[in-house]
């Protein structure tokens, strides 16, 4: 139905039933992550071939960015949701079955172009129900239900093991159970226009700091994600320690992105998206300064993570505000492809960077980045 015919009533169920398959994908993700590069380990693949593999789901999120508008289009929300969790359920089960490494690349990449499908419609979803007054704290707690799923994710693995076929069936299983909400939201399930007045290059061009934040969300999420208990490990702490601070990182993704919302509802988008940008950049100014301060550097940590993981939820926000609805699918588009960029790249430079120098590496890149957000924001914000 053409969102602005919908009842305020209508509205909230639609966002429940979308934002309720965030939960979960979020789920299936976090499982599907550490099981299939433990599955490779395990099979005696070094870490670059399990890098190469887990590159191929961003690879082909890119590939696939530019084609959605028109997908989107042609299927409605409703169908490309509907595929998109099926293809990759589908696909999940496949592991098993082919139990060889190129094969498991070509999986993953498949899944990477149907995950787009359903990464792609369901924001776009979100931005056509959220009202202006309420945008960034219904991003927030669609992050919130997602960064919850992340973190129960792994359990499925303690539980399962990583042998045999069980735990690809419960992955499976979790995107199946995903689609369940959306089966009550077949009369309140927005259309998306087909006529936008350009492609995701002119989303480029429309609103350069939504892009860039994408990319440096991506980069930030990914780099400090993957690099946190490294980069603790080799600063002399024990696993348990560089654990827990990765949990507590974890935790402030959970936690603090609907009070985010709340705060950019109620002041200005840009402004707390550029705050958030700065907290980042000051965050990894002063992590090497209190490793071994344990109060403040679980403060610091829970703080880093949710304001992080709130780049990429304020960023949606004010992409919502920026753009016509006729443009939001392509917007959207673009934003999820700027979004991989960073998340192959943060990995591999912050990586790099502690290679070169193990105590301030990952912190300097990390405070580049989030530093050049937030000045390219502060100019552009000027005036031109």
Known sequence: MPPETLTPAQRKQSLAAIIGTAFGVGVAVGAIVPLVSLSLARDGYNALMIGINS???????????????????????????????????????????????????????????????????????????????????????????????????????????????????????????????????????????????????????????VMLAALVAGFVDAGLFTQITIYELHAGFDREVATASLSIFMAGNLVLQLPLGWLADHSSRRGILLLSAAIVAAGAVIYPFLLGSDPWLWVMMFLWGGVSWGIYTLALGLMGEKFPVTELATANAAFVMMYEVGSVGGPILSGAAMDAWPLYGLPIVVAVVAGALFFFGLIRSGPR
């Open 55 to 209: 590159a191929m789901l961003p690879i082909a999120v890119i590939l696939m960015g530019p084609l959605m508008p028109r997908i989107i289009a042609g299927l409605g929300t409703l169908r490309s949701v509907y595929l998109g969790l099926g293809i990759t359920a589908l696909c999940v089960l496949l592991f098993p079955v082919f139990p060889y490494y190129y094969a498991w690349c070509a999986i993953r990449f498949v899944i990477g172009l149907a995950g787009a499908i359903h990464w792609i419609t369901s924001e776009t979803w979100i931005n056509l129900m959220a009202t202006s007054r309420s945008r960034s704290r219904i991003m927030g707690i669609y992050a919130s239900v997602m960064a919850l799923g992340f973190v129960l994710g792994p359990l499925i693995i303690n539980l399962t093991g990583i042998e045999g076929w069980i735990p690809f069936i419960a992955v499976s299983a979790a995107l199946v159970v995903a689609l369940l909400p959306v089966a009550f939201a077949r009369q309140v399930a927005p259309t998306v226009s087909g006529h936008g007045t350009g492609g995701v290059g002119r989303a480029f061009a429309a609103a350069p700091t």
